[in-house]
C-alpha cells in the first residue's frame, strides 16, 4: 500500500528535473499568476504551469466564453495570450520572484484554412530554450476549442511533435493529452516513442450547451472544453489505463476539488496532479494540501 499523504508531500522527478512536490496548478486556470498570489502561497506549489502560450498574441474566442453546467464547467478561451516575448519578458519575471518551478505550456495554431502547429512548436521551443530558463515545457496538442483541423488523434503526428520540441528543448517536456480520442494508449505510446518526459492528462473534453429559449449555442466559439468534477471518473479512467502502458511520469488532471481526488489519482497511477477548475471554485482550499 502507498503512503498517500506521504507521496502528497515528496518531491518527484521528471527527466533531470526534481520538483518539490506533486502539486501543481493547470494551464489555463490561474492566468500567468499574478491574480492569485493573494490567495495561494505560490512557493508552495510543486509547479504552475502558465495559460497557453503561442508565437503571436492572440485575442482568443467570441464571448461569451465561459457557462456553468451541472458539476462543471465549459470554457471557450481560445488561448488568449500575449504571445511568446510577452510571456518570456513580462509573465515569468513576475514568476520567478516567487521561486515556485515555472512550466509553459505552448501551442501550435491550426485555422480551417492553414495549420502552422509543427513550425510553431520547434519555434517556441527554440525562443524559449535560447531566452529564458524554465523548469519544463508542457505541450499542448490537445486544445479542445480553437476551429481548425483536429491533429490530436493523429498519431504520426504527435510523435513528430514531441521529437521537434524535444530536440530543441532544454527543460523537461510534458506532452498534455486530448481525451477525445477512442485510443488513448495508443496516443500514449506514440508520444513517448516522440521522446516525451512525461504525460499530462486529461484536457477538456468537448462539450456544448443550448439555450432553449434562444434555441443556440450558449458560447460564442459554440463548443468549448468542458471541465470541473463531472470529468473526473473519464480522467481516472485514462489515467489509469495510460499507467499500464508506460513508466514515464503521469500528471493526472481532471475535477479535483478535494485531498481525496488527489489520492484517487495516485491509486490509478499518476505521480502528479494539476488543480483546474477549483482554482475558480475554492482556490483557498489549495492551502490545505500542504
Sequence with gaps: MVDLEKKLRSPFKIGNKVYPNPIWLASGTCGFGEDITDFIDLKKLGGIVVKGTTLKPREGNPT?????????????????????WGV???????????????????????????????????????????????????????????????????MLWLEKVVAVVKKNSKAP?????????????????AVENGGT?????????????????????????????????????VAIRMVYQVRQVTKLPIIGIGGIICKEDIFE???????????????????NQINSFF
Design 64 to 84: 461569451p466564453r465561459v457557462v456553468e453546467t451541472p458539476a462543471g464547467m465549459l470554457n471557450s478561451i481560445g488561448i488568449q495570450n500575449p504571445g511568446v
Design 88 to 154: 518570456i519578458k513580462e509573465k515569468i519575471p513576475f514568476l520567478k520572484k516567487y521561486k515556485v518551478p515555472i512550466i509553459v505550456n505552448i501551442s501550435g495554431i491550426c485555422t480551417a484554412d492553414s495549420c502552422s502547429a509543427m513550425s510553431d512548436f520547434e519555434e517556441l521551443a527554440k525562443i524559449i530554450a535560447d531566452n529564458v530558463e524554465v523548469d519544463g515545457i508542457e505541450i499542448n496538442v490537445s486544445c479542445p476549442n480553437v476551429t481548425g483541423k483536429n491533429l490530436a488523434n493523429n
Design 173 to 189: 517536456v510534458i506532452t498534455k493529452l486530448s481525451p477525445n480520442t477512442a485510443d488513448i494508449t495508443g496516443m500514449a505510446k
Design 197 to 233: 518526459d512525461a504525460i499530462s492528462l486529461i484536457n477538456a473534453l468537448l462539450g456544448m450547451k443550448i439555450d432553449v429559449k434562444t434555441q443556440q449555442p450558449v458560447l460564442g466559439n459554440k463548443m468549448g472544453g468542458l471541465s470541473g468534477p463531472a470529468i473526473r471518473p
Design 265 to 283: 489519482f495516485f491509486c490509478a497511477g499518476a505521480d502528479a496532479v494539476q488543480l483546474g477548475t477549483m482554482n475558480f471554485v475554492d482556490i
